[in-house]
């Protein structure tokens, strides 16, 4: 009885209790764990993996939008499960009736991530949709006990993932898209006071209370500011339940200074003072998205080499799998995680527990021709590439595109001619000897435009620059000869030419230990143009092989090292990046 009193009281208690500011979060140290991690399981699994459904680079957890904003083809397949004449809510309540979870076995999800070589997971027990994937209180018919699976998924998988010596973690949206107290992204966002405290506090306490994660991933939270959820509050009274092994992230709305950094689908970001993790799919979606291309999929090379260097720029990886309605993770996927343990089972020294090493990557750069007909428009510069998702073999950020063309195929008529530039990042625009720059931080609603006067009847040469930093790429130019009243494209015959740098390795360093990722197979012998010189008693070796190897350094500290001796059986054994272990004990 004592129990459950103590329960309720850290239920109902009011947060003010526990108040602390930013700077007294910030003053507690980050647990080491995380830090040394370096990989985690990201694990979307609700009701929009029944209909499992987005354009090919969309998100398919954001399905319950979708039908807010009326989307086409989010539209059409719902009208498979619903009426879709009924209010958003009322459509998707139905879902429940066809998520059976009915070969789900959280062991063998468990075991699976396990063997992928991560060190903890972090299930989404509760998307911007509100279904819950546990037994609510908040929520007493909208979860996964009450309705579809009609199991606890939360307690399941967490006790199965904790069986196996792994650390548990939740996400959590922070507002809702289908909650009466405040519908997110249509309520007014100052209305949500209510809500959160009615709602959102109690229902994050319960989650908390029963299950004490390690790890809090919060989401959502852009339209809000942190002391409208709360924020610090809430980190404050977390941290005091679950002890000095939790950690949450940093999207807990606007002002929130606390947590680990989440970049989601880009390059590595380099932070050695914040811990970091970038969170992504192994395709373009989170939720399970049948309509997504295979091209979207890393390969195991892409994935373990891109691994490789957020642990080298001092960050780590919380890599999403995606399961299909009926439990099962999609074989595809399976095969990516196992491919990854495997390289880890052999290589794991130079990641877990790892630091930065200076300089932590060398670089090659790399240019390729991008015609007109490999372009997703053909005769006009206007795309959208989401989260990143650019032309095959370039990198999904830090890229430069380039492209020259002539007007056509009918010249410009004689007038003032009004031209926008609207996109992301940097845009160089020049038009004869006229040229516009374009910064999306320094304009609003990501849009320029400038007043030319063209002498006409003669064809214009038009080159484009563009450079791209991070998460979106996206570029539009159009014109206007009517004083701004209707806008075109551009047209013109383009050339394009992308370049950037190529990542050919990339260093990690432990103790005394220096280790070098290589990204292409080496040879009879691999050159490294600078290391500090090292003792005549270093030892190095490649991982996965036995015995030492031969090296020699020049005084100007180029390293030479000798891999004739090498096994073939042994050496042929190793891929997608082979590491080379510096003793210098």
Same mark, same amino acid.
């Given at each position: 009885?004592?129990?459950?009193?103590?329960?309720?009281?850290?239920?109902?208690?009011?947060? @003010?209790?526990?108040?602390?500011?930013?700077?007294?979060?910030?003053?507690?140290?980050?647990?080491?764990?995380?830090?040394?991690?370096?990989?985690?399981?990201?694990?979307?699994?609700?009701?929009?993996?029944?209909?499992?459904?987005?354009?090919?680079?969309?998100?398919?957890?954001?399905?319950?939008?979708?039908?807010?904003?009326?989307?086409?083809?989010?539209?059409?397949?719902?009208?498979?499960?619903?009426?879709?004449?009924?209010?958003?809510?009322?459509?998707?309540?139905?879902?429940?009736?066809?998520?059976?979870?009915?070969?789900?076995?959280?062991?063998?999800?468990?075991?699976?991530?396990?063997?992928?070589?991560?060190?903890y997971v972090v299930l989404v027990t509760?998307?911007?949709?509100?279904?819950?994937?546990?037994?609510?209180?908040?929520?007493?018919?909208?979860?996964?006990?009450?309705?579809?699976?009609?199991?606890?998924?939360?307690?399941?998988? %967490?006790?199965?993932?904790?069986?196996?010596?792994?650390?548990?973690?939740?996400?959590?949206?922070?507002?809702?898209?289908?909650?009466?107290?405040?519908?997110?992204?249509?309520?007014?966002?100052?209305?949500?006071?209510?809500?959160?405290?009615?709602?959102?506090?109690?229902?994050?306490?319960?989650?908390?209370?029963?299950?004490?994660?390690?790890?809090?991933? @919060?989401?959502?939270?852009?339209?809000?500011?942190?002391?409208?959820?709360?924020?610090?509050?809430?980190?404050?009274?977390?941290?005091?339940?679950?002890?000095?092994?939790?950690?949450?992230?940093?999207?807990?709305?606007?002002?929130?200074?606390?947590?680990?950094?989440?970049?989601?689908?880009?390059?590595?970001?380099?932070?050695?003072?914040?811990?970091?993790?970038?969170?992504?799919?192994?395709?373009?979606?989170?939720?399970?998205?049948?309509?997504?291309?295979?091209?979207?999929?890393?390969?195991?090379?892409?994935?373990?080499?891109?691994?490789?260097?957020?642990?080298?720029?001092?960050?780590?990886?919380?890599?999403?799998?995606?399961?299909? @309605?009926?439990?099962?993770?999609?074989?595809?996927?399976?095969?990516?995680?196992?491919?990854?343990?495997?390289?880890?089972?052999?290589?794991?020294?130079?990641?877990?527990?790892?630091?930065?090493? %200076?300089?932590?990557?060398?670089?090659?750069?790399?240019?390729?021709?991008?015609?007109?007909?490999?372009?997703?428009?053909?005769?006009?510069?206007?795309?959208?590439?989401?989260?990143?998702?650019?032309?095959?073999?370039?990198?999904?950020?830090?890229?430069?595109?380039?492209?020259?063309?002539?007007?056509?195929?009918?010249?410009?008529?004689?007038?003032?001619?009004?031209?926008?530039?609207?996109?992301?990042?940097?845009?160089?625009?020049?038009?004869?000897?006229?040229?516009?720059?374009?910064?999306?931080?320094?304009?609003?609603?990501?849009?320029?435009?400038?007043?030319?006067?063209?002498?006409?009847?003669?064809?214009?040469?038009?080159?484009?620059?563009?450079?791209?930093?991070?998460?979106?790429?996206?570029?539009?130019?159009?014109?206007?000869?009517?004083?701004?009243?209707?806008?075109?494209?551009?047209?013109?015959?383009?050339?394009?030419?992308?370049?950037?740098?190529?990542?050919?390795?990339?260093?990690?360093?432990?103790?005394?230990?220096?280790?070098?990722?290589?990204?292409?197979?080496?040879?009879?012998?691999?050159?490294?143009?600078?290391?500090?010189?090292?003792k005549k008693s270093t030892q190095i070796?490649?991982?996965?092989?036995t015995g030492t190897l031969k090296w020699?350094?020049?005084?100007?500290?180029?390293?030479?090292?000798?891999?004739?001796?090498?096994?073939?059986?042994?050496?042929?054994?190793?891929?997608?990046?082979?590491?080379?272990?510096?003793?210098?004990?």
């Amino acid at each position: 009885m004592k129990r459950i009193a103590a329960y309720l009281l850290t239920l109902t208690l009011p947060l @003010a209790v526990f108040c602390q500011s930013w700077d007294s979060l910030n003053s507690r140290p980050y647990p080491e764990w995380f830090g040394n991690a370096k990989l985690g399981i990201f694990v979307h699994w609700g009701l929009y993996s029944v209909p499992a459904y987005a354009s090919p680079e969309g998100y398919a957890e954001w399905f319950y939008r979708g039908l807010m904003v009326k989307d086409s083809g989010r539209c059409r397949v719902m009208s498979q499960y619903a009426d879709t004449t009924l209010p958003v809510f009322d459509q998707y309540k139905e879902l429940p009736k066809y998520w059976h979870a009915e070969r789900w076995n959280p062991a063998d999800w468990a075991g699976l991530f396990k063997q992928s070589g991560a060190k903890y997971v972090v299930l989404v027990t509760k998307h911007h949709d509100g279904y819950c994937l546990w037994d609510s209180p908040q929520q007493p018919e909208w979860n996964s006990v009450a309705s579809g699976p009609r199991r606890n998924i939360v307690e399941e998988l %967490t006790d199965a993932v904790r069986k196996e010596g792994l650390l548990m973690g939740f996400y959590y949206s922070l507002p809702e898209w289908s909650n009466p107290r405040h519908v997110w992204m249509h309520d007014p966002d100052s209305a949500i006071g209510d809500y959160v405290e009615n709602y959102m506090v109690p229902q994050f306490k319960d989650l908390v209370t029963r299950y004490k994660p390690e790890l809090i991933f @919060a989401d959502g939270d852009w339209q809000n500011t942190a002391e409208q959820f709360r924020s610090a509050e809430l980190i404050d009274w977390y941290y005091r339940t679950v002890g000095p092994s939790a950690i949450v992230n940093n999207r807990w709305g606007q002002g929130s200074r606390h947590g680990y950094k989440t970049p989601e689908y880009s390059s590595a970001i380099f932070d050695t003072l914040t811990p970091w993790a970038e969170c992504r799919g192994i395709g373009r979606s989170f939720g399970y998205n049948s309509n997504e291309n295979l091209d979207n999929y890393l390969t195991p090379t892409q994935l373990i080499q891109h691994f490789c260097e957020l642990v080298a720029s001092g960050g780590g990886l919380t890599l999403n799998v995606g399961p299909m @309605a009926d439990g099962t993770i999609p074989q595809l996927q399976q095969e990516r995680l196992l491919e990854l343990g495997r390289w880890l089972q052999v290589n794991g020294e130079a990641i877990y527990g790892t630091k930065p090493w %200076t300089p932590h990557s060398s670089l090659q750069s790399k240019s390729t021709e991008r015609t007109k007909a490999e372009l997703p428009h053909t005769t006009t510069i206007d795309f959208d590439w989401v989260r990143n998702a650019p032309l095959n073999g370039m990198p999904v950020d830090n890229f430069e595109i380039r492209w020259e063309g002539i007007t056509g195929p009918v010249p410009p008529k004689e007038g003032d001619y009004i031209i926008r530039v609207e996109g992301d990042d940097e845009v160089w625009l020049t038009i004869g000897k006229d040229t516009l720059y374009y910064n999306h931080n320094w304009v609003e609603n990501n849009r320029c435009q400038a007043t030319l006067h063209l002498d006409g009847n003669q064809m214009l040469l038009i080159g484009v620059k563009y450079r791209e930093k991070d998460l979106e790429s996206k570029v539009r130019i159009t014109w206007s000869s009517d004083g701004g009243k209707t806008f075109t494209p551009i047209y013109a015959d383009w050339h394009g030419v992308a370049s950037w740098e190529r990542t050919l390795r990339c260093f990690t360093q432990k103790d005394n230990d220096l280790y070098v990722i290589e990204f292409e197979r080496p040879g009879q012998e691999l050159v490294i143009n600078y290391i500090p010189h090292l003792k005549k008693s270093t030892q190095i070796s490649l991982l996965g092989t036995t015995g030492t190897l031969k090296w020699k350094q020049t005084k100007k500290g180029t390293l030479a090292i000798d891999l004739s001796t090498i096994k073939p059986e042994e050496f042929n054994a190793l891929d997608h990046a082979w590491v080379f272990k510096v003793s210098n004990h």
